[in-house]
């Protein structure tokens, strides 16, 4: 006998995606693969997706199975159809493409960073919370289990007094002068478009795990450097200037005492996305990287003396964060499924980092740029909300 499967009991959530490039397909797959393995009251569906090109649309549509496809955002903002737009757009349409849907009362997500600069960002957070929206931004790092768990044994006190924390974010893809800048795929390197170069694409994912990790960042003292100083133009094909730093690192002092010690760059030659970080307390240190994302190294001095030295978590037990949802022990997981535990997440009611959290991070984004420029010192603006 064959029997019908049903799905009665789930909510059917209706998402709009704008945006078929590297993140619409990250945000893709964890739309499809979230209900096959982790338990929630919601069953996506993947009802419509946008790009500016017609073909891109049609064709991301037919590989991901979207129910439709548009070129003008708005077609999925105006549609009853919609409950949740997600936005995985260059960084210069996400602020007028969340006001508008958050307007329209739908749930939004958005890519980060959320906006170019936090005056930007914070449009956007005013937009959410006026309008009474669920809203959340993709730091998918949190989401990666070593990094949860790092959380999770700082907040148990397991470091005791924090004295420094420091990350890096290298790559190496822009180091050819030849390189040009804007358009599909080079977006990042323009400047009217991004908002800004590695401090808002890398080092925001850097400072945002922080902020989790480690609370505010105070003050910082910046230098960034642009070392092209001319590329041609994707668009208008005329050589232009750089607007973008192509290299940015910042001291810090965090609120609870510690020393910040951060840099990202697309100049690394030789590292692709090496994302690392490292934290050193009173009774113990941890290091995370995402080259080996699994694991985390972990030292606690407390450990007997003989036997004391730096462990090597390999993260694949059901006892490690969302490890019970995959495989067996033993069995690895990667960076795909940062995005899938994140919706997850998301679909069980923690929308962290939520716009609000997100425009934290661009106020220390903002800070670094400023000082960068001025040479100086700067404070960082705290959110009003949380003082
Ligand atoms: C840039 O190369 C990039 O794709 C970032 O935009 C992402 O946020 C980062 O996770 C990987 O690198």
């Given at each position: 006998?064959?029997?019908?499967?049903?799905n009665?009991?789930?909510?059917?959530?209706?998402?709009?995606?704008?945006?078929?490039?590297?993140?619409?397909?990250?945000?893709?797959?964890?739309?499809?693969?979230?209900?096959?393995?982790?338990?929630?009251?919601?069953?996506?569906?993947?009802?419509?997706?946008?790009?500016?090109?017609?073909?891109?649309?049609?064709?991301?549509s037919?590989?991901?199975?979207?129910?439709?496809?548009?070129?003008?955002?708005?077609?999925?903002v105006?549609?009853?159809?919609?409950?949740?737009?997600?936005?995985?757009?260059?960084?210069?349409?996400?602020?007028?493409?969340?006001?508008?849907?958050?307007?329209?009362g739908?749930?939004?997500?958005?890519?980060?960073?959320?906006?170019?600069?936090?005056?930007?960002?914070?449009?956007?957070?005013?937009?959410?919370e006026?309008?009474?929206?669920?809203?959340?931004?993709?730091?998918?790092?949190?989401?990666?289990?070593?990094?949860?768990?790092?959380?999770?044994?700082?907040?148990?006190?397991?470091?005791?007094?924090?004295?420094?924390?420091?990350?890096?974010?290298?790559q190496?893809?822009?180091?050819?002068?030849?390189?040009?800048q804007?358009?599909?795929?080079?977006?990042?390197l323009?400047?009217?478009?991004?908002?800004?170069?590695?401090?808002?694409?890398?080092?925001?994912h850097?400072?945002?795990?922080?902020?989790?990790?480690n609370?505010?960042?105070?003050?910082?003292?910046?230098?960034?450097?642009t070392?092209?100083?001319?590329r041609?133009?994707?668009?208008?094909?005329?050589?232009?200037?750089?607007?973008?730093?192509?290299a940015?690192?910042?001291?810090?002092?965090?609120?609870?005492?510690?020393?910040?010690?951060?840099?990202?760059?697309?100049?690394?030659?030789?590292?692709?996305?090496?994302?690392?970080?490292e934290?050193?307390?009173?009774?113990?240190s941890?290091?995370?990287?995402?080259?080996?994302?699994?694991?985390?190294?972990?030292?606690?001095?407390?450990?007997?003396?003989?036997?004391?030295?730096?462990?090597?978590?390999?993260?694949?037990?059901?006892?490690?964060?969302?490890?019970?949802?995959?495989w067996?022990?033993?069995?690895?997981?990667?960076?795909?499924?940062?995005?899938?535990?994140?919706?997850?997440?998301?679909?069980?009611?923690?929308?962290?980092?939520?716009?609000?959290?997100?425009?934290?991070?661009?106020?220390?984004?903002?800070?670094v740029?400023a000082?960068?420029?001025?040479?100086?010192?700067?404070?960082?603006?705290?959110d009003?909300?949380?003082?």
């Open positions: 006998m064959l029997t019908v499967g049903t009665m009991a789930k909510q059917p959530l209706n998402i709009g995606l704008i945006g078929c490039g590297f993140m619409g397909r990250t945000h893709s797959n964890a739309f499809r693969q979230v209900s096959h393995f982790f338990d929630t009251s919601f069953q996506p569906v993947l009802k419509a997706v946008c790009a500016r090109n017609a073909q891109a649309a049609s064709d991301f037919q590989r991901w199975g979207y129910e439709i496809h548009a070129t003008d955002w708005r077609t999925l105006e549609s009853r159809d919609i409950d949740l737009i997600d936005i995985a757009t260059p960084n210069d349409t996400h602020c007028e493409i969340a006001i508008a849907a958050a307007q329209a739908k749930m939004v997500m958005c890519e980060k960073p959320l906006g170019r600069t936090a005056a930007e960002s914070m449009r956007m957070v005013e937009a959410v006026k309008a009474g929206v669920r809203n959340m931004v993709w730091y998918n790092y949190r989401r990666v289990p070593a990094v949860t768990l790092l959380k999770i044994l700082i907040d148990e006190g397991r470091f005791g007094r924090i004295f420094h924390y420091r990350a890096k974010f290298l190496d893809w822009t180091i050819s002068r030849d390189l040009p804007g358009g599909a795929g080079l977006w990042r323009d400047a009217s478009v991004a908002g800004s170069g590695v401090t808002g694409d890398l080092l925001a850097a400072i945002d795990t922080a902020l989790w990790l609370g505010p960042i105070d003050e910082v003292s910046a230098m960034t450097e070392f092209i100083k001319e041609k133009h994707t668009l208008t094909g005329q050589v232009q200037p750089v607007g973008i730093d192509d940015s690192a910042f001291l810090g002092r965090f609120e609870n005492g510690s020393l910040a010690t951060f840099e990202a760059t697309r100049y690394a030659r030789g590292h692709k996305a090496l994302y690392t970080l934290i050193n307390g009173e009774h113990a941890a290091i995370w990287d995402l080259h080996d994302l699994h694991r985390l190294q972990y030292f606690d001095h407390r450990d007997e003396g003989r036997l004391r030295g730096w462990r090597s978590i390999h993260l694949t037990d059901s006892d490690h964060p969302y490890m019970k949802q995959w067996v022990p033993g069995l690895q997981i990667g960076y795909e499924h940062t995005f899938i535990h994140q919706f997850a997440d998301f679909l069980n009611h923690n929308d962290s980092p939520n716009f609000r959290e997100a425009h934290a991070t661009d106020l220390v984004t903002d800070a740029l000082s960068a420029s001025k040479h100086a010192w700067c404070t960082v603006t705290q009003q909300e949380k003082e």
